[in-house]
């Protein structure tokens, strides 16, 4: 149900259901409730509100990322959940494991299901035999998997299947990594070639990481364009470093040139970006322009200490502060914009805040190098943009086109899996 700060989300209750199965605090994320059903009005109330504050992996009450919660009588909407504070929606929160695990580091994180789901499946079993009244959420079932190991006996794709803890698929055309290794041969450490890589979401019940690479030498008809190619596919349950560790870790084996010829964008979920710092130490991690502002919005946004009219002054500060074409440049615009300025038409601008600047030490600062002009340009070379800088537009593109799949009335997993290795074969052609 969770989706973003600043989110506003409506549910509309059982008649049903029962006060201790309140489905507003089942969202994914742990709560500390700090009030509840706070009237308004006192004498004939209209509206109950109730507050809480996020309780993170290690059982610490955040006060940066909040919601309330508001039940209104006598509507068709009853319940309104008002998400606010700090947080990256490209970025997963860990809520932690069940307070009465033991292992705690190695547990996974507890999902609380939702008291709908638990009353429903109460009268399914008493209608018939618990085994087939039980269905587990986002997992896939025996036909599925068996249909995956014929297709990478018969096929060779994919090419690496795991399915436990969590599944993990991996999925390469041969012929098309053989086509990446010539052209990666014909480059060097000083003109590397562009590669991207992304996550799905909302694609059936599992995610879809794609890599791709701008291939360098092949050029669209009437552009100067590169085409976008999709290299690898990655089937997976968790977007945690530990999946996508096993995904870096066979990219290692198969295409060790990434290291010295190459060079990767992608967003700032820094659960793949530290994989990929695993096992390609060297590999230029650029950053995402269009994610970055984002990112830097949505904080701005649920600051208390901003406007609506500061989002477009801090953003296009930051904007002129990435474009200098030289690191001497850069560091001159900093100090002009932490201390305030006199601009062309002789009007003072006002300095950064405290509370911005902060930030900046804090989540930008130490990005600068995989975001800089002075810095990307000598990498990415004729691919950065004077305006839009680096993006991942490309890896979006393709997520576009992979969506169309959920027009099907069904997507099983070995559906998607031949769907997927059939667009490998029409690019390797």
């Known amino acids: ?11 509309d209750l059982d008649e049903n259901e029962d006060d201790d199965d309140d489905p507003t605090v089942v969202d994914g994320l742990k709560w500390r409730n700090l009030g509840a059903n706070k009237p308004f009005l006192v004498n004939d109330p209209f509206r109950f509100k109730s507050y809480y ?49 033991k292992q705690k580091e190695s547990s996974q994180n507890y999902m609380r299901t939702l008291p709908s789901v638990m009353k429903e499946l109460k009268e399914q079993v008493s209608q018939k035999a618990p085994s087939t009244a039980v269905n587990r959420l986002k997992r896939f079932t025996y036909d599925e998997i068996a249909n995956i190991h014929l297709m990478h ?3 060779g794709f994919p ?37 991207q890589f992304d996550t799905t979401f909302n694609l059936t019940g599992f995610y879809v990481s794609i890599l791709l690479f701008k291939h360098p030498i092949l050029v669209l008809h009437n552009t100067e364009k590169s085409p976008p190619i999709p290299v690898a596919y990655f089937f997976h ?29 992608t967003d700032c979920e820094l659960a793949f970006r530290n994989a990929m710092t695993r096992y390609f130490p060297k590999l230029p991690l650029l950053r995402c322009w269009n994610h970055f502002y984002k990112s830097t919005e949505r904080w701005i946004n649920g600051s208390k200490h901003f406007t609506n009219d500061d989002v477009g002054f801090y953003c296009e500060s930051i ?34 805040k405290k509370v911005f600047y902060e930030y900046f030490s804090t989540h930008i600062s130490p990005e600068i190098k995989n975001l800089a002009a ?17 993006t991942t537009n490309q890896s979006e593109g393709l997520n576009n086109l992979l969506k169309l799949i959920n027009n099907r009335t069904e997507f099983p997993l070995d559906i998607i899996a031949l769907s997927l290795q059939q667009l490998s074969i029409y690019y390797s052609n």
């Open 319 to 352: 904007r002129e502060l990435l474009l200098q074409p030289t690191k001497q440049l850069f560091e001159q615009q900093l100090n002009i914009k932490i201390n305030g300025y006199v601009n062309n038409l002789g009007r003072q601008v006002e300095p950064w």
């Open 237 to 265: 349950e968790k977007k945690h470093e530990k999946s996508h560790c096993e995904f870096w870790r066979f990219m290692k084996d198969l295409l060790p040139e990434l290291e010295e010829k190459a060079f990767m964008i």
């Open 374 to 390: 002075w810095s990307v340009t000598p990498i990415a070379k004729r691919l950065f943009n004077h305006f839009t800088g680096i």
């Open 159 to 195: 090419n690496l299947i795991l399915t436990a803890p969590d599944v993990r698929i991996i999925g390469i055309d041969d012929e098309l990594i053989l086509d990446i290794k010539k052209t990666l041969d014909i480059f060097d450490s000083e003109n590397r070639v562009c590669f």
């Open 153 to 155: 006996v018969s096929l």
């Open 53 to 101: 504050h996020l309780i993170d992996k290690d059982g610490l009450v955040s006060k940066e990322f909040t919601k309330e919660s508001f039940y209104l009588k006598r509507q068709d909407l009853p319940v309104l959940i008002h998400y606010m504070g700090i947080y990256d929606s490209d970025v997963e929160i860990e809520s932690g494991p069940h307070g009465n695990i």
């Open 1 to 11: 149900m969770f989706n973003n700060s600043n989110d506003v989300v409506g549910i």
